[in-house]
């Protein structure tokens, strides 16, 4: 066994690391949500990882996401996570697209993957990919920060979720995020992706949870 994983086993199955070997994931948005994501499932062992933004790094970026440093102010998103990623394993499988996800585009973007790890910041987008995931068949793990607080639900085929609590004619302004919700929201959306990619159980299909880190609390939401 690679040393490398040597301390995943036991909470995942020797069977199971192998399998993660082989599981390719689409990352929809590399800002607070999705460099934490990304470095989680690398660090897991997947084999492939895809990313999509079309933005650089600014220093409104540095209170918040891992990826974003002084010296990388205005370089690409996507290109700064893919030398991130390969300095932690040179030999990841690694595409990077500095693009918006459009109604062109995302069908042939998202193709192909096992799971797509919505990490956004606009309704628009969130609900076109949970729409173009159920047309190809993918489940989508959502994640969202504000202040204090974060949400995760998991969303598969022809649940579509998003849009029972999303209105598609509304876009939120820039909410306020603070530097470890988008780590605490991340490590769940890694954690259910992970669940589902093993085929395990109790992940959070229609079911919405909720972190209150103001006032410590959790809650599970039901959405069926």
Same mark, same amino acid.
């Given at each position: 066994?690679?040393?490398?994983?040597?301390?995943?086993?036991?909470?995942?199955?020797?069977?199971?690391?192998?399998?993660?070997?082989?599981?390719?994931?689409? =990352?929809?948005?590399?800002?607070?949500?999705?460099?934490?994501?990304?470095?989680?499932?690398?660090?897991?062992?997947?084999? $492939?990882?895809?990313? !999509?933004?079309?933005?650089?790094?600014?220093? +409104?970026?540095?209170?918040?996401?891992?990826? +974003?440093?002084?010296?990388?102010?205005?370089?690409? &998103?996507?290109?700064?996570?893919? &030398?991130?990623?390969?300095?932690?394993?040179?030999?990841?499988?690694?595409?990077? $697209?500095?693009?918006?996800?459009?109604?062109?585009?995302?069908?042939?973007?998202?193709?192909? $993957?096992? =799971? =797509? !790890?919505?990490?956004?910041?606009?309704?628009?987008?969130?609900?076109? !990919?949970?729409?173009?995931?159920?047309?190809?068949?993918?489940?989508?793990?959502?994640?969202?920060?504000?202040?204090?607080?974060?949400?995760?639900?998991?969303?598969?085929?022809?649940?579509?979720?998003?849009?029972?609590?999303?209105?598609?004619?509304?876009?939120?302004?820039?909410?306020?995020?603070?530097?470890?919700?988008?780590?605490?929201?991340? +490590? !769940?959306?890694?954690?259910?992706?992970? &669940?589902?990619?093993?085929?395990?159980?109790?992940?959070?299909?229609?079911?919405?949870?909720?972190?209150?880190?103001?006032?410590? +609390?959790?809650?599970?939401?039901?959405?069926?």
């Amino acid at each position: 066994m690679n040393e490398r994983y040597e301390r995943n086993i036991g909470a995942i199955s020797q069977a199971e690391q192998e399998l993660l070997a082989g599981k390719r994931v689409f =990352i929809a948005g590399c800002g607070g949500l999705g460099c934490y994501v990304a470095e989680f499932l690398v660090r897991l062992g997947l084999g $492939h990882i895809s990313i !999509i933004d079309s933005d650089v790094f600014t220093a +409104s970026n540095l209170n918040r996401q891992l990826f +974003s440093l002084e010296t990388n102010l205005g370089k690409s &998103k996507t290109r700064e996570a893919k &030398k991130r990623l390969l300095e932690i394993r040179p030999d990841l499988s690694i595409d990077t $697209h500095d693009l918006y996800l459009n109604d062109e585009n995302s069908a042939s973007l998202l193709r192909g $993957h096992d =799971i =797509i !790890i919505d990490a956004l910041d606009n309704i628009k987008t969130r609900l076109l !990919i949970e729409k173009t995931a159920s047309d190809l068949g993918i489940p989508l793990v959502h994640g969202a920060v504000e202040g204090w607080n974060a949400q995760v639900t998991v969303v598969y085929p022809g649940d579509f979720s998003l849009s029972k609590f999303y209105p598609p004619d509304r876009e939120f302004e820039r909410p306020s995020v603070l530097s470890f919700s988008p780590a605490l929201c991340a +490590s !769940i959306q890694a954690a259910e992706a992970l &669940k589902v990619l093993l085929d395990r159980e109790n992940f959070l299909r229609r079911k919405l949870l909720t972190a209150d880190l103001v006032n410590n +609390s959790f809650e599970i939401i039901d959405l069926a």
